[in-house]
Each structure stands twice: as structure tokens, then as C-alpha cells.
């Protein structure tokens, strides 16, 4: 469950705010190979969904140089997908995984959010009993949205340093923090683009 809060920025100018409850959501993973002896144990296969639960701007097109859309929530039902993999050697943990975002539908202000693609390489290793640290590189790329049948220029693809923290609470509950670095960022056109991204989360094993 996302908490917003952003300030667009136009030639130096701040036009728009907003602040408040983005889109939830709801992901199951599943480990088919659980036996510690398989040779897939490290296989891990997702799926959720994200709901509209963020609100919906009336006109979600801003900008003068290109239409972008900057709201809190998309209005639309989106399909989570997933594969990843990790392998412990030695003390060091590798991690492989790749995921997609469609959506279900578009809003009833007509708006359809883009598909959305991520592939992540990582490793990493424990610094004692509860807490341990990853490094690695995040590739994701997104194509354009669509807004009342026509097709927004807003795709883009970055590849970016991620480095991360987790507090492994108990056996059910982990805290883990993130800070994500842009080496490299590519857009079709003129929009949004966001910096270094600091992530904070809260998860719970069942």
C-alpha cells in the first residue's frame, strides 16, 4: 500500500501536488521446488494484482511540452507476473528475477496504463543473524499510456544501481530499505522523470 506524495516541476515552476494513498497491491509467491536438497529450490514464481484504490484525477494530462499523466492512482486493475531465481554460494546469495505490469481495463476517465517490464541481477549476503544487504542492477522499461483511445507518448527504459538493507524481524514480519541510483534513463519523449528513488517496506510471510 503506496503513500504519494510529489511535486511536479515545469521550467522551474511547481504546478501541481499531490499527496495520499496510491494503488495497493496484492502479490503471492510460491516456491515449487521447496525441498532444500532440489536442485530448483531457489525457483520462485509470482502473481498479484494492483488495485485503483488511489484516486483518479478528473484530467490526468498535464505539461505543455507533452501530455503526462501524474495522478495518485491509475483507475485501472492491473495483472502482476513474475519469475526469479537465487543460488547460495558460499556465504553469497545471487538473485535473478523478471516481472510484468498490464492492465485489465482503463478507467472510467478512459485512461489505460502502459505495460511495464523490469528485470533485476543481484548478490548479496547476510551481516549477521537479522540483518543482511544487496547490490545490483535494475532494468525496466514502459510503453506509452493510452488516454480516451489515443496513445500517449510517455514510454521510457533505465537501467539503475540498487542497493538495499533487510531487518529480518521474526519469522514472519521483515523491514527492508532501498535506494535506487539512474546510470542510465531513456525517453520517447518530454516527461516525468524521477531522480534517485529511496523505497521503504513492511512484509509478512505466511
Known sequence: MPFVDAVR??????DTRLNGV??????????????????????????????PTGD??????VGLGNPEVFQE??????????????????????KFNASMT??????????EPADFYFAN????????DVLSFDVGLLYSHGDDDRFQGARLITGYEQLALKTGLVWQIDDAY??????????YT??????????????FGVSRSF
Do not use: C, M
Open 121 to 128: 541481477v543481484s548478490v548479496g549476503r547476510a551481516l549477521n
Open 186 to 199: 531513456n525517453v520517447n519523449e518530454t516527461q516525468i522523470g524521477a531522480g534517485t528513488l529511496f523505497r
Open 9 to 14: 516541476e515545469e521550467n522551474g515552476l511547481s
Open 73 to 94: 492512482g491509475t483507475g485501472a486493475y492491473q495483472l502482476n507476473l513474475g519469475i526469479g531465481y537465487s543460488k547460495l554460494v558460499g556465504e553469497w546469495n545471487y
Open 22 to 51: 496510491g494503488d495497493a497491491t496484492v502479490n503471492l509467491l510460491w516456491r515449487p521446488f521447496y525441498e532444500p536438497e532440489h536442485q530448483l529450490n531457489g525457483l520462485i514464481l509470482e502473481a498479484g494484482i494492483t488495485f
Open 56 to 61: 483518479e484525477e478528473d484530467q490526468p494530462l
Open 174 to 183: 521483515s523491514v527492508s530499505t532501498s535506494v535506487e541510483l539512474p546510470l
Open 102 to 111: 498490464t492492465a485489465l481495463n482503463e478507467s472510467d476517465q478512459g485512461y
